[in-house]
């Protein structure tokens, strides 16, 4: 919103600008236990890869785990945070902490390496086009949800 005051124009973000901010809320704990009878069996088998990737204080978002047991997640979910202060919590609220986190902004793109071997990776797909219909399942924490169970969306 733009107010004219006198013969000067601003902008009325100042008020924002000096507000506080409060901590962000995080979830620390998962439950998938009501997304189980929902999912069918190929997505219940990718569960188990699918984590909540927590950056006390500042967020939280999704990763996953490939099979050389890395995991995966976006820069932006990282963010602010080091190996040290990361965790990431399986769907069975299993805390996994990491060593070290590889991360490549321009392409919004973290590797996280646990410090404890993890399993149950998923493959990359071995074809760079699948085929028109092929089914594909999605998992994760989306930007701006909160909720301890992850979203699951199925599509072809």
Not at 104 to 133: E, M, Q
Request: aromatic share 6%; net charge positive.
């Amino acid at each position: 919103m733009i107010r004219k005051i006198g013969c000067c124009f601003c902008l009325c973000i100042a008020i924002l600008a000096h507000a506080q901010t409060p901590p962000v809320q995080v979830p620390t704990s998962v439950n998938s236990s009501l997304l189980l009878d929902a999912a069918g069996p190929e997505q219940r088998k990718a569960l188990s890869s699918i984590y909540l990737i927590v950056c006390p204080g500042v967020g939280a978002g999704s990763g996953f785990v490939i099979e050389p047991g890395l995991m995966v997640t976006n820069a932006h979910v990282v963010s602010s945070c080091t190996a040290d202060t990361l965790l990431g919590v399986s769907n069975s609220n299993r805390p996994v902490h990491f060593s070290k986190v590889i991360t490549d902004s321009a392409r919004d793109l973290s590797i996280l390496i646990p410090r404890d071997g993890v399993t149950h990776g998923l493959k990359l797909a071995s074809k760079d086009n699948p085929l028109p219909g092929t089914v594909v399942s999605t998992w994760g924490y989306p930007l701006l949800y909160n909720g301890t169970t992850p979203l699951l969306s199925v599509g072809y």
